[in-house]
């Protein structure tokens, strides 16, 4: 393990036993198949934005984006890693209501990108959506 | 000359014949007359339709009849509740829908808004209705939003002053 991948272990380490709330986290892919990422993902960025409708004045959409940072290694069924993608979700049940995130990026950008040179943490672009 | 209380009853009376076409509305459906609304994407279910008030214009036509017009802004928005992208075939039919709401508030040939029913010549009919725009791909593809924009200027003559 060189120096880099150390440090990025235990970044990791310490964002998990720091931002992790312990509440339920479930990752659900479009198919279906799931995975608990609870005490192993976190939530980075919130940031609501308000959209004015182009054509109309006095229109808005709100939006809540969240960006979920999960470890690369954690992110497989049965064994098999996958990558995020669009429209599968996120429950995260913090403070006993579930909140679903779906995977949607923001325009001009992609769903996900890493987080750090060692590709080792998924930064993961979602949208609350329920 | 056109007034600014003149414009709000028109956008009433726009909501109302929406509602009185649009007899299959669903218990999420709504529609409402506005001046400003931010619609929380994360929680919206059904189909809404917001009327605003957007602006009115005037001019004499003759010695004796004014000619007044007062623009609507028509916004349909509904959102793509099931996980993942909608299909084609339900923004078919929500362009379709909104195909029938231009048919429904343009047709200048049907019953005119706010008419007076003992007055044959009153009321307000369609001067133009386009749907300015049919949908809203940035809100498709960032927030699973079928969002559409209708622009409906009603006519009328009036006594002048």
Redesign the interface.
Known sequence: MTRLSAGAAALIRRQQAGATTGAALTYTRVGGATVDLTGKAWPGRSAPRRNPVPDVRGGAVVVSDRDFLIPVADLATAGTPFQPARGDRLTDATGGAATVYEVIAPTGEKEWRFTDQTNTVYRVHCKRVA | MPTAARLKEVRDGAVAKILAAWTDRGANDAVAG??????????LTGRKV?V?P?SVAGRQVDRTEDENDYAL???V?ERY?P???PPDAWLDDRLAWVEWLWRTLGNPRGARLLADPGEPNSGLWPAVAEI??AY?H??L?????F?S?L?VIYREHVEGP
């Open positions: 506005v001046y400003r609304i931010d619609l929380d994407a994360s929680n917001f605003f957007v802004g028509v916004w928005v509740e996980q993942g992208d300015t725009a809203d940035d809100e593809a960032e927030g699973k939003l969002a924009v622009t």
